[in-house]
């Protein structure tokens, strides 16, 4: 039986829909808003969702409508929305179709016609999903999930895996576009977790006003009917794993009820009484230092003990050396798949350039550099010119120092590169392991 899901805060609406969808043999779940929706998602497979824009924080904007739609994407579901609202505002339309809505239709409906809407969405997304099927057996090989050959990731996935069937907090430091976010998700992947819930907050993204409710949910307290509850971020992530994105960025107040909820391992929903039990993993991301924010006095140094119980640094492109051209590879048969397009070889230039980049958006940069090639290059290898890595992006080099501070600076490098390991970071250096320790020992360099 096919499921439609239908999202509207009217009874009378929502029963309307049931008895068409119900009569053509579409089996209907209902929703009064898109918090209980949300809710049904994860429960239920749903071949479609019929989408009132319009709830009860307005009439006319259609707030709700889109922000549910960016949570479908943010969430991955691929699941056609048929948008509905009985206002012919043309600027919603475009928002609610560029947030992913498939298509549209007015109140009052003509119920031939939103059949027929029903019909069309469910026809293509079926040919979606067969479309994707046949790539992927065809390309299997190219989907598979790259392989880190640097020994720095090497040994960083050797402590994933050390520690991804715990429920211990994680906390992934590295720089902008080193692929944090993409991390956190194979951490999930390799746990019992695999199928619950993976929910992402970017905290750059919620004000204090909204902070609340959208972590803590909300409670009705004019109906006793608990699917008219709001769920917030921590209730979503039930069984699963919650990541925090850019946990840098929330405020002194938004940190401050974090380690209350962390510290206790209990929430409220606003408006109500009632304790929930925080039952999900916890991994945040952080660009910045966050023990310098402490001492700015700019981070909750106790939050920080809370959410530092595993700290796992990913290291920047420029330090993956021997992953720069396989990954780069990787990237040209991927979008060579995308775009329909002949696999391209790297020239021997295009190569020495590569590596001698200095890469200062990381792995993001390269892959939006390599699918900018692969869409205008029309030969059969890609050159320096078709990757426009110019000279004017230097490769990062030692600026002028004394000799003690260069052999300074050199050892702390390799330090970091080896998680303090002496004898890996010596082998980095070309030094024997007394030469390092006597090195290390003269600098005070050794990990307190």
Not at 196 to 224: H, K, L, W, Y
Not at 302 to 323: F, G
Not at 401 to 423: C, F, S, V, Y
Request: charged share 20%; with cysteine; hydrophobic share 40%.
């Amino acid at each position: 039986m096919t499921h439609i899901l239908v999202v509207d805060d009217r009874a009378d609406i929502r029963m309307s829909l049931s008895i068409l969808l119900e009569a053509h043999q579409y089996q209907v779940i209902e929703a009064e808003n898109p918090q209980v929706a949300q809710q049904k998602l994860q429960k239920t497979t749903i071949a479609l969702i019929i989408l009132d824009m319009n709830f009860r924080l307005d009439s006319t904007s259609g707030e709700e409508g889109l922000r549910f739609l960016a949570w479908l994407k943010n969430n991955q579901f691929s699941v056609p929305v048929i948008a509905m609202t009985p206002w012919n505002n043309l600027k919603l339309v475009t928002e609610a179709m560029k947030l992913g809505a498939t298509d549209f239709i007015d109140k009052p409906w003509r119920n031939k016609h939103l059949i027929h809407k029903v019909e069309q969405q469910l026809t293509l997304a079926s040919l979606q999903t067969e479309n994707n099927k046949i790539k992927q057996q065809s390309n299997a090989h190219i989907t598979e999930h790259y392989s880190w050959r640097s020994a720095c990731m090497l040994q960083l996935f050797d402590k994933i895996k050390t520690i991804a069937a715990t429920d211990t907090n994680i906390l992934l430091a590295g720089a902008h576009g080193t692929g944090k976010n993409t991390l956190a998700r194979f951490i999930q992947q390799q746990t019992s977790q695999t199928y619950q819930p993976f929910v992402s907050v970017n905290m750059q993204s919620i004000t204090d006003p909204r902070f609340d409710v959208e972590m803590f949910g909300q409670f009705n307290a004019s109906c006793n009917d608990t699917n008219t509850d709001q769920f917030g971020y921590l209730a979503l992530a039930d069984k699963g794993t919650l990541l925090f994105q850019n946990i840098d960025r929330a405020s002194n107040n938004q940190q401050t009820k974090l380690l209350q909820v962390l510290t206790n391992g209990t929430f409220k929903k606003l408006s109500s009484s009632n304790t929930e039990r925080l039952n999900c993993r916890i991994i945040s991301t952080t660009s910045v230092d966050l023990k310098q924010l402490i001492k700015n006095n700019q981070f909750n140094q106790e939050l920080y003990k809370q959410l530092n119980t595993t700290h796992l640094t990913v290291p920047a492109l420029h330090e993956r050396i021997q992953d720069i051209i396989p990954l780069t590879q990787y990237f040209i048969a991927m979008y060579s798949q995308k775009y329909q397009r002949d696999y391209c070889q790297l020239t021997q230039g295009a190569q020495q350039a590569l590596q001698e980049y200095h890469w200062p958006g990381n792995i993001r940069e390269l892959s939006q550099l390599i699918e900018r090639a692969v869409l205008l290059n029309n030969n059969q290898a890609l050159d320096c010119e078709d990757l426009r890595l110019s000279a004017s992006n230097p490769k990062i080099e030692l600026p002028i120092m004394t000799l003690r501070g260069a052999e300074i600076t050199l050892i702390q490098k390799a330090l970091l590169q080896t998680d303090n390991n002496i004898p890996q970071a010596a082998k980095l250096l070309g030094l024997t392991k007394s030469s390092m320790y006597r090195r290390v020992e003269k600098y005070d360099l050794a990990k307190n």
